[in-house]
């Protein structure tokens, strides 16, 4: 009969060791995936972010051009019709 404090022997250290190896490859693998997870997370977000500013830049560059153009065609529009006007007939 055995007692329930004896000293562990070599193999079950062993046994412990293996448990505890596979334990930390178990959890290598999951950080290694989610890490693939991220990264793959990241490079969608930069794309989606190098679009966005695109849009951004086309919309602030048009705004501009309105703003700074639309005095210019207003007080160059009464020239043009009269061109126009002037070469119809």
């Known amino acids: 009969m055995q007692s329930e404090n004896r000293e562990p022997t070599l193999g079950d250290v062993l046994n412990e060791l293996r448990s505890f190896k596979a334990d930390v490859d178990q959890r290598f693998t999951k950080l290694e995936a989610d890490v693939k997870e991220t990264n793959i997370k990241f490079d969608a977000y930069v794309k989606a ?35 126009l006007g002037s070469n119809a007939g």
């Open 49 to 83: 972010s190098d679009r966005l500013l695109g849009v951004a830049t086309t919309i602030i560059i048009t705004a501009g051009t309105v703003t700074i153009l639309s005095p210019f065609v207003q007080s160059v529009a009464p020239a043009i019709r009269s061109f």
